[in-house]
């Protein structure tokens, strides 16, 4: 990415990390409120995908990735919580 479109994205980046979180958040509700069962399976699952990335994107040259996986990951945690989920150990 150049210079010009890396400053574009980080003054766009938490708005759209915002958004996307919220966004997720409501789709995730969704799922609960329609079939819980699989609400939580994927919630769970989610979980499991995300947490890995979370020390892998710290080192990558940029801040971009950092931001979108930390917004998952903080909309899949809130909605857990939310819903009464609890993540394996």
Known sequence: MSA???????VMLPTI??????K???L??????SD???YSATVI?????IKPLIEFVGKTENKIDDGIVAS?????????AKNGVTFPA
């Open 4 to 10: 010009i479109s890396d400053f574009i994205v980080s």
């Open 36 to 38: 819980s069962e699989k």
């Open 17 to 22: 990390e915002a958004v996307g979180k919220d």
């Open 72 to 80: 998952i990951n903080q909309a899949i945690s809130e909605s857990a």
């Open 45 to 49: 699952a989610g979980h499991a995908f």
């Open 28 to 33: 995730l509700q969704k799922l609960h409120d």
């Open 24 to 26: 997720l958040v409501d």
